[in-house]
């Protein structure tokens, strides 16, 4: 196997580069749709940022409440009560993401 000198210079995901099959560019192209920003839903979020997915939507129709602070790696105890989607957590894991966020009527839906 060889290896071409352009996958050699370091930045974020040179190591990624390394595995043969990896296309970063597939990557940087698609939309990402998460639906749920709950504890699985904020892993996939932050691996996506890690990975770099650029373009990100989050649907979520919840409120952070304390308890989703011990499972969870993108909220902080000044998010309880907010909405879910609209935490700013995911977008400082990836300088060039772009987070769309979508709450779709979440008080509707809890009638609060």
Do not use: Q
């Amino acid at each position: 196997m060889r290896i071409a000198e352009a996958d050699l210079r370091e930045d974020r995901y040179s190591r990624l580069r390394l595995i043969p099959w990896w296309d970063h560019s597939k990557i940087v192209a698609c939309r990402l749709l998460v639906v749920g920003a709950g504890a699985l839903g904020n892993e996939i979020l932050k691996n996506a940022a890690l990975l770099g997915f650029r373009k990100v939507v989050v649907v979520d129709l919840d409120r952070i409440e304390e308890s989703n602070l011990s499972r969870t790696v993108l909220y902080r105890g000044e998010n309880i009560n907010a909405v879910s989607v609209c935490s700013n957590g995911a977008t400082s894991s990836s300088p060039v993401s772009t987070i769309g966020r979508r709450d779709c009527g979440s008080t509707a839906r809890h009638g609060k």
